[in-house]
């Protein structure tokens, strides 16, 4: 059992920028993939990037430039630090992790457990 807790949202300017941490529990941290997803009012859970057990990451493409998801296995942490902030990237952002799959990163049904979400406003 893993339990996954985001913290690091809040409201900045467009053009600004903020870092997201996901404190996970548990002594097994390096053999999950980890992941981060958002959700924004009245639209489904997309995946925004990820990091497998490896090291290898993968963004959506929306972010990609912008966007950098990391993981310190020591600390059972990952982060994923938002530069360029938009506003169409205004959500509640969840950390998610999951064992080694061979289904796509970006699918969130693939992930096993999941953080409480945290609140990204981003205003223009």
């Known amino acids: 059992q893993v339990q996954l807790v985001e913290s690091g949202g809040g409201l900045v300017q467009a053009g600004g920028s903020l870092r997201l941490s996901c404190a996970a529990s548990g002594r097994t941290f390096s053999r999950y993939d980890m992941g981060w997803f958002r959700q924004a009012p009245g639209k489904e859970r997309e995946f925004v990037a990820a990091?497998?057990?490896?090291?290898?990451?993968y963004y959506r493409n929306s972010v990609k430039g912008r966007f950098t998801i990391s993981r310190d296995n020591a600390e059972s942490t990952v982060y994923l630090q938002m530069n360029s902030l938009e506003p169409e990237d205004t959500a509640v952002y969840y950390c998610?992790?999951?064992?080694?799959?061979?289904?796509?990163?970006?699918?969130?049904?693939?992930?096993?457990?999941w953080g409480q979400g945290t609140q990204v406003t981003v205003s223009s």
């Open positions: 998610a992790a999951r064992i080694r799959t061979t289904y796509s990163y970006t699918a969130a049904g693939s992930y096993d457990y």
């Open positions: 990091i497998n057990w490896r090291g290898d990451t």
